[in-house]
């Protein structure tokens, strides 16, 4: 038996496709049942947050994930090997401002969701930050004066223009990718490698 977490939205939407021309197919799914059969008995999906689907395959009760690169970094992708670049989902991580704001400063204050990867950043390039942690509505830091700058994910853009932001660095390319849970990969070696073959033929 092989269980499979998937992240929500739309991550999900563009997940979908995949599974289905990798043979595998999801009863009820919008059912609000938490795990899913498939149309392989040997295959049962979970539906939950990208935020959650590392720490699920972490603890071995998903044996693969599908998730942002963005939610691994966060997470420290311990207990699980990146298998796949599923090449979905794609967006860059960006630091984003006011248009002329001046960024030349000691300690710069920065607002979003990804402390990981911004810490990363701005220490390669020994750059002193302040890092503010926001949930959602990150957009509206930098206009009330809570931060500087933000780091968030950018897709086409519509929301940095909506807020009257520009995009000011590129940080990194981000996409979803396919995760195992290591122990799984060594118990459930040859169900999981078919399966991630089949998909790597797909992408
Ligand atoms: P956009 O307006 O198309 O640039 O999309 C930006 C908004 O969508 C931001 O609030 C992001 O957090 C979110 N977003 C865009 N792409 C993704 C993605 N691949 N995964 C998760 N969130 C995303």
Redesign the pocket.
């Known amino acids: 038996m092989l269980t499979i977490a998937l992240s929500k939205g739309?991550?999900l939407q563009q997940t979908l496709p995949l599974l289905e021309k990798s043979g595998i197919e999801i009863n009820n799914i919008n059912s609000r049942k938490l795990v899913l059969n498939t149309n392989l008995n040997e295959i049962k999906v979970i539906i939950i947050r990208?935020t959650d689907v590392p720490i699920f395959v972490q603890h071995g009760v998903a044996d693969i994930g599908v998730t942002?690169k963005d939610m691994l970094i966060e997470h420290g992708a311990n207990g699980v090997f990146e298998l796949l670049d599923l090449k979905i989902?794609?967006?860059k991580l960006m630091i984003a401002s006011e248009p002329e704001k001046k960024l030349q400063k000691n300690t710069l204050k920065i607002a979003t969701k990804y402390i990981e990867a911004t810490k990363n950043h701005f220490e390669n390039k020994s750059q002193q930050v302040e890092i503010i942690k926001l949930n959602g509505a990150i957009e509206l830091a930098p206009k009330i004066g809570l931060s500087d700058c933000i780091v968030?994910?950018?897709?086409?853009?519509?929301?940095?223009k909506a807020n009257g932001l520009v995009a000011v660095e590129n940080i990194m390319d981000?996409s979803s990718r396919l995760i195992v849970n290591t122990a799984a990969f060594k118990t459930k070696n040859a169900e999981i490698k078919k399966l991630v073959e089949t998909i790597n033929k797909i992408i």
């Open positions: 739309r991550i990208a942002g989902a794609k967006c968030d994910l950018v897709a086409t853009g519509n929301t940095l981000i």
